[in-house]
């Protein structure tokens, strides 16, 4: 994280300056995106990696767009993007999976997605609670579904963030994820619905995503189809 934000002001600076634009990072935009393009990643990522997502973000994603407020795309996710595309392994063959509260080695394993994919996923009675906790493998900031819900609630009540495109993806998800299991009882649609919302990173992207100011938009309705929109397409995938 740490590095990543160093990164982020930096390449935007020395952008503004090559260019010859107002310095804008006293503003701190570069290092709420440098936090977000962290959390967005696996916790085995190269830190050079990071170097380079943040490079790629700053200044393809928002330095040539304009910078704060005229990128078509947010940073944050388009470094992630890059990197994506560019390490997948790196990307997506190592994750940690959290075995105890007390300090132990973790090992490594696929996603929860990876295994209901694969069919080798196995729910337990308290396999929710332990995913809503956050003890699961996953990117770093999008495995705890009680810290995000916390932001959420924070964000919200201070007016940094409107609730509706989260809510309207969170919904989109759910409902689409119940009714294509509703085959299997109604009992089983509502766990597969609600544990699409705890694994992968929804709540993150719906939390701090969706909401971004530059990419969302500006009224209400507006907010609301488009939270529809990511919803759907996130199903969909």
């Not at 959390?39 to 943040?54: D, G, K």
């Not at 409107?162 to 009714?179: E, N, Q, S, Y």
């Amino acid at each position: 994280v740490l590095i990543a934000v160093i990164s982020c002001v930096f390449f935007e600076f020395l952008f503004q300056k090559i260019t010859g634009n107002k310095n804008t990072i006293g503003n701190l935009s570069a290092c709420v995106s440098g936090i977000m393009l962290a959390l967005v990643c696996p916790p085995t990522i190269s830190w050079w990696m990071i170097v380079l997502a943040s490079a790629f973000a700053m200044v393809v994603a928002k330095g040539l767009f304009g910078g704060i407020g005229s990128n078509v795309f947010n940073p944050a996710l388009t470094g992630r993007a890059f990197l994506f595309l560019s390490f997948p392994a790196a990307m997506g063959a190592m994750w940690l999976e959290p075995k105890s509260i007390m300090p132990v080695d973790a090992i490594s394993s696929a996603t929860t997605l990876s295994h209901l994919k694969a069919g080798t996923f196995v729910f337990e009675d308290n396999t929710l609670l332990q995913f809503f906790l956050g003890n699961r493998a996953g990117c770093i900031g999008e495995t705890s579904i009680l810290l995000i819900l916390i932001s959420f609630i924070f964000l919200s009540v201070t007016r940094i963030i409107d609730w509706r495109a989260p809510f309207a993806m969170v919904i989109t998800v759910f409902a689409g994820t119940f009714l294509a299991n509703l085959g299997d009882g109604l009992s089983a649609a509502s766990l597969q619905g609600l544990f699409s919302l705890m694994t992968g990173g929804v709540a993150f992207g719906a939390t701090f995503m969706v909401t971004d100011y530059a990419t969302a938009p500006v009224t209400k309705k507006g907010r609301l189809v488009f939270g529809f929109g990511c919803g759907l397409i996130t199903f969909l995938i």
